[in-house]
């Protein structure tokens, strides 16, 4: 039996999809990805309390997808695209079996439609 190795995967992996588990913070990084933006920003578009979206921006920072500073009396949070290319890379693992499913699938509707022809110049 193969072994595999877990050892190369970034350490906060857990943290990172536990975070991108949440449409609401996957919303909020994608806000992010247009570039920083203070709490209430972040807020505006949302049908929640500045302190709910605060608890997501924690959770964020937490998995090290954000980062915030302090400017003044604001704390504008800005994405860090090292940590997304770490879950990224992580995935990228799995390419070579997508692509050999959807190579088995095309292979099936290949052969679901060249069925489908033959029945129906049977009739």
Do not use: C
Request: proline share 4%; hydrophobic share 45%; glycine share 4%.
């Amino acid at each position: 039996m193969e072994q595999f190795s877990y050892a190369e995967a970034p350490a906060n992996l857990d943290a990172i999809f536990s975070a991108l588990a949440d449409p609401t913070r996957r919303a909020i990084l994608s806000r992010l990805a247009g570039g920083q933006a203070s709490v209430n920003e972040i807020a505006a578009p949302f049908e929640m309390s500045q302190p709910a979206v605060s608890r997501h921006l924690k959770v964020l920072e937490r998995a090290g997808l954000i980062e915030r500073d302090i400017d003044e009396q604001r704390r504008p949070a800005r994405l860090k695209a090292k940590t997304m290319a770490a879950a990224v890379d992580w995935l990228t693992e799995f390419e070579a079996f997508w692509g050999t499913s959807f190579d088995q699938l095309d292979g099936v509707l290949e052969q679901m439609k060249q069925t489908d022809v033959k029945d129906t110049s049977d009739e």
